[in-house]
């Protein structure tokens, strides 16, 4: 086995590293690196994607024949490896990586069409419409009305923790439009232009400070049949496949790596017992290569899934793997972080809030900063937004039971 990149492998390599250099300003850098979840502020990552749509490179894992790059799996691994390397922020992922995929395999001609373009160029921009006030991890149980009325269904109901639904001009959302013994059936997914008189968002402020999250009403809202993706009633075929691409089909592993570097050479500045520095104790050290480890077993995984998105295939049951690989460590990660942070780390967390917010223009000490930026104040942020991670997209212990049916047929 031949361990060595290519030198075609290298000269790739180069060519992002230079486009990055040129294209990735100490701006966009800054956002990336103050990133308190998998969402980034959102002009900067609007911008950053548009760089990226110029170049062809927004979404490299779609199928060539809509736009994607005709890469390499070592190609899509350095790539993703280099932009988080350099600091880029993230782009959302509600249309280049998840509806986009579900408008691919269920939509019209004319709904690619018309989405597919607009998604990369971010003239169309997604919000998830899934949760509701009653219905979080049971989502099935939703209960989002929508009435057939000739060529339209009319929708009345709220869905709640609605990411960037502020931002969004489009939803992808499941409605309720038949109801029968098994709460599966009758569900809808469709696609709503948030302009729609009737719709109203109202924001969700975390006590982070952070305004990501909304409540979005709909009071008799009309929206055409024509938004159907898939069939009515059948939503949910719709919905399980979408959230293969939500769950897996993603690269967190050199997100995780980044932050392991940077636990790393925090806990060489942090004293630790004895007089010694944290990183010299056993028991931390310890804790850092199983992290280590368990994120190079992450990164092979993906790169594995990645190839499989990259020609046309659904992930599987493997997303539901890889959701539970990802953000279980992840957590992990941020416990190691604040550990390393000291006491200094949750003495910021009360007072730091989202890119663009007060953490933007915080400066504590310079022994407070790692690589320059205020890492302790982000990292007790990314702790407490982490705790959700084995959550949302489907509880952990939910995508254990998918694997013990689809994987052990149990």
């Known amino acids: 086995m031949d361990l060595e990149w290519s030198a ?73 490896r280099e932009l988080t390397l350099a600091g880029a922020p993230s782009l959302s992922p509600m249309g280049i990586r998840m509806v986009s995929h579900a408008i691919m395999a269920f939509g019209t001609q004319e709904q690619k069409d018309f989405f597919l373009p607009r998604i990369l160029t971010g003239e169309v921009f997604f919000c998830q419409g899934y949760s509701e006030p009653e219905s979080g991890s049971d989502l099935a149980s939703l209960q989002m009305a929508a009435v057939d009325d000739g060529d339209d269904l009319v929708i009345t109901g709220s869905k709640i923790w609605t990411t960037h639904a502020g931002e969004a001009n489009w939803m992808f959302a499941l409605v309720r439009t038949s109801r029968s013994e098994r709460k599966q059936q009758g569900i809808t997914f469709i696609l709503i232009d948030m302009t729609t008189p009737g719709v109203e968002v109202r924001p969700l402020v975390m006590t982070s400070g952070e305004q990501i ?36 089909g993603g690269a967190a592993a050199p997100m995780l790596q980044v932050m392991l570097q940077n636990v790393a050479q925090a806990a060489a500045h942090q ?45 599987g049951p493997a997303s539901s793997m890889g959701k539970i690989l990802a953000t279980e460590l992840s957590q992990t990660i941020t416990e190691l972080a604040m550990e390393a942070a000291g006491t200094r780390g949750r003495a910021y967390q009360p007072h730091a809030t989202a890119p663009g917010g007060p953490i933007a223009e915080f400066t504590p000490p310079d022994d407070g900063y790692v690589s320059g930026e205020p890492w302790q104040a982000v990292a007790s942020l990314r702790y407490f937004n982490d705790r959700a991670g084995s959550i949302y997209a489907g509880s952990n212990e939910i995508q254990r039971n998918i694997l013990a049916k689809a994987a052990l047929g149990l």
């Open 8 to 80: 075609a492998d290298i000269e790739f390599r180069d060519e992002v590293r230079a486009f990055l250099d040129e294209k990735l300003t100490p701006e966009l850098r800054r956002t990336g690196r103050l990133m308190t979840s998998v969402y980034s502020d959102h002009e900067a990552s609007m911008a950053w994607q548009a760089i990226l749509h110029e170049r062809g490179w927004d979404a490299p894992a779609w199928p060539v024949r809509y736009g994607g790059c005709d890469w390499s799996l070592t190609q899509h691994y350095i790539f993703s």
């Open 271 to 315: 004293p630790g017992a004895g007089g010694g520095k944290l990183i010299d104790s056993p028991a931390f050290a310890h804790k850092l290569a199983d992290a280590r480890i368990r994120t190079e077993v992450l990164e092979i995984f993906e790169y594995r899934v990645l190839a499989a998105v990259a020609a046309g295939k659904n992930p």
């Open 213 to 248: 999250q909304n409540q979005v009403f709909f009071d008799a809202v009309r929206v055409p049949k024509a938004n159907v993706l898939g069939q009515i009633d059948d939503g949910w075929t719709v919905a399980k496949y979408l959230l293969e691409f939500e769950r897996g």
